[in-house]
């Protein structure tokens, strides 16, 4: 019984990762990275991916804590859920708190399509092509771009530049493939040889620079 309740679940397991075949779900179902600042840790950004059938929940949480000399002077704090069924975008919900700013979005697929609404932007249906801003999907550079953080639509210009090597938090330099994102922040982000989400840079507003390390 043990034996066929094994085989069963896998079975299972395997119909519900062929549903999402086309989606860069990582081993282990997370991906976790420490964003880093002038060389010390400021924060970390995790992905956890649930599947349950044909469903997939993806939840992103970012914490950032910038001091000066042991004193606050900037905080970020965000939390969203992706709703995925196969390779169809569902649902999405974003939370952010900037230094005290509050943003937030919402989306769900009607007849319309996916109906989107959030603090920075009036009710739309999104094309059909966008996708949310969690990185992890590499798909979100070749269609526009839907805000997590408060719901806008953008289309960043997006340059494929080449193949680098790039640190993982372990030390380890790994090869992967650089794109070049423009507005509403200028982004460096890397993706390796499994399409999987390895590492990014931004410059905030203060001239730092912001980088994130896969761990």
């Not at 289309?155 to 030390?171: E, I, Q, Y």
Request: proline share 4%.
């Amino acid at each position: 019984m043990i034996g066929r309740r094994a085989i069963l679940l896998a079975g299972a397991m395997l119909a519900a990762r062929r549903a999402f075949a086309g989606l860069p779900i990582p081993r282990g179902d997370s991906l976790g990275f420490r964003i880093m600042r002038h060389g010390s840790e400021i924060g970390t950004h995790v992905v956890t991916f649930d599947c349950d059938g044909d469903m997939l929940r993806v939840q992103t949480a970012v914490d950032v804590l910038v001091t000066l000399l042991t004193i606050p002077v900037a905080r970020y704090h965000h939390r969203s859920t992706e709703t995925w069924q196969g390779m169809t975008l569902v649902g999405m919900a974003g939370e952010t708190d900037r230094d005290g700013q509050h943003d937030w979005m919402n989306a769900r697929r009607t007849d319309e399509g996916l109906v989107v609404l959030g603090s920075q932007t009036k009710r739309y249906i999104a094309p059909e092509s966008a996708t949310p801003v969690s990185y992890w999907n590499k798909r979100m550079l070749h269609g526009p771009m839907i805000s997590l953080e408060d719901g806008v639509l953008s289309s960043p210009k997006v340059a494929d530049l080449r193949t680098d090597s790039v640190r993982l938090a372990s030390g380890r330099m790994i090869p992967a493939n650089h794109y070049s994102l423009s507005r509403p922040v200028d982004t460096d982000i890397w993706y390796d040889e499994t399409d999987t989400w390895a590492a990014m840079m931004l410059t905030v507003i203060d001239g730092s620079e912001i980088r994130y390390e896969r761990l």
